[in-house]
């Protein structure tokens, strides 16, 4: 059988991860037309859908952020072992048992629980700029709501700036600007312990129905291993659910049609976020590490090979999807399940509370801006980690 690094394989490189928007769905698109696997500088990249659910629901293959911290010069220390007891890097049993603590707090019912108070932060963030005609959405909505979010989880209402600021430091883990940032980075993990403690402290006192409660009711759990948790809850909660946010409405400034469908129609908005989620899943390439030799397709992927898994041409593959280059809130997609959360072990464990922030977002959003549109040119980050939209200045 042929290693993967011995076989020839279009080369991804010339996608520039500034290319962005339909241009970047295009030249993947084409890709993915000539070859399931294609080679990149960072790794393979997998373009297939059948191939890459195949992978993230491979226990063999595992997410690689301890090589990722190794790439920049960091291999001890508590960044280090922060990130070796995190969720992401956890396996089998291990991973199994940390993901039941949390289990409780993510489950559709606990994000149920959540609805009013997120309908009420959405309604909070947005009442100050309804009568301008125009806002720029990410520092308006997108950009707050999901810390808000994480704070009513943790039932902390006042303590969303702070939860905001650590988000954006232990999210440095994959900038790879740890040189500069790394000392703020050890502060942000040591202070993210020191507040857990503190709230493990009183929710034993006096439980309620927030995450915290819920690690301190669970199973035996360490104080240190209650904070990977809420750590891992913070960073992987906060820029991912603005990005997705702000490519929702993105989309649907693009696409007034669907808009209006919505208008119309409020109980389409489950399937207008499950559309947005498709369409423009800001996870575009999932990253997994074969930890032995995995045989797959004919091919041989030896130990230690990085292979991305892509979303964004699987949430587009015709088999899965009819007519899958149209963004159509209305049309009935079937069972097929985007990437977008991921697939197996490590499926997004908050995918339930993400579709309601989403689903909240465009309920409140759509009878109040009958005739939204673009006010100039959106600005989106690099394809390359979380999908970011920069700035989405909007008219209605
Ligand atoms: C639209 C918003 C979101 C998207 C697109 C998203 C995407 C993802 C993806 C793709 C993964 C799997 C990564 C992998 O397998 O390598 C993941 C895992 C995870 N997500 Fe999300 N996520 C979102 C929102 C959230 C929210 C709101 C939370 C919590 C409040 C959250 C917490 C987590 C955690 C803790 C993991 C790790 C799970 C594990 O390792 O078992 N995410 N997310």
Redesign the pocket.
Known sequence: MQRVDERAWPSYDHVDPHVTGAEFHRALGELAAQSWLVRGSMGFAVLDREAGNAI?RDRRFA?PALELLELQGVTEGPIWDRNADG??V?TGED?ARL?RQ?APA?TPRAAERLRPQLRALVEELWAPVQDAGRCELVSTLAEPL?SQ??AA?LDVPGDAPLLARWSVLLQEVFKFRLHEVGPQVEQAYAEVRAYVGDLLARRREAPGEDLVSVLAAGEAITDDEAATLVS??IS??TD??TA?IAHGMRLFAEHPDQWRALREDPSLVDRAVQEV?RFE???LF???IATEDVELRDVLFPAGTVVFVC?ATANRDPEAFEEPERFDITKERGSAVPL???M????????Y??RA??AETFRHLAPLTPDLRLDGEPVLGPTTGIYAVESLPLSW
């Open positions: 993230l997410f969720l992401m956890q991973h993901r949390l993510f999901p979010a994480i989880l891992s809850v992987g909660g991912t659910t997705q989620l899943p800001i996870t999932t990253a997994r979303a977008t959360f991921g197996g072990a490590h499926y997004c464990v908050g995918a509370l993400a922030e989403l």
